[in-house]
């Protein structure tokens, strides 16, 4: 599967809002805070877009899991252990930028905007951990 932009990713959230599906309130959320720039988070959203398309592609068998999952809240991380822990484990792996330079989607910034949940190292809040719970949740039903 070949790396997909961020402007795809937001193309399919609108086309479900437009459409009432039954993401259109995740989709809405991430459309605010990736476009919108609500809470600050346009990076965040950039990051998640990006790993959650590569952590998919690593471990498919965690596709299904998700998308059996509640259709209208972020995908809950620590309540699935496996998920979490091959999250965790593979993201340590990982470093630096990825696909398109254009892109701009990056390990380190994904890694020093989530906290360890996720595998990443911020201290003292989320982060960027609710941005990528919710575009995972909706990744797993795009790709």
């Not at 795809?8 to 989709?27: D, M, N, T």
Request: aromatic content about 12%.
């Amino acid at each position: 599967m070949a790396l997909k932009s961020k402007e795809w990713f937001y193309k399919k959230c609108l086309a479900e809002v437009k459409e009432y599906g039954q993401f259109s309130h995740l989709c809405w959320g991430i459309l605010q805070k990736g476009i919108g720039q609500s809470d600050g988070t346009r990076g965040h959203v950039t990051q998640a877009i990006g790993v959650c398309q590569e952590f998919l592609e690593a471990f498919p068998e965690h596709i299904a899991t998700i998308r059996n999952a509640d259709p209208t809240l972020p995908f809950d991380v620590a309540g699935n252990r496996r998920v979490q822990t091959d999250l965790t484990t593979w993201i340590a792996a990982q470093a630096g930028t990825f696909g398109r330079a254009a892109y701009g989607y990056s390990y380190d910034t994904f890694q020093r905007n989530t906290t360890a949940t996720l595998g990443g190292t911020r201290q003292g809040g989320g982060g960027a951990d609710d941005e990528f719970k919710r575009v995972l949740r909706l990744m797993a039903e795009f790709l």
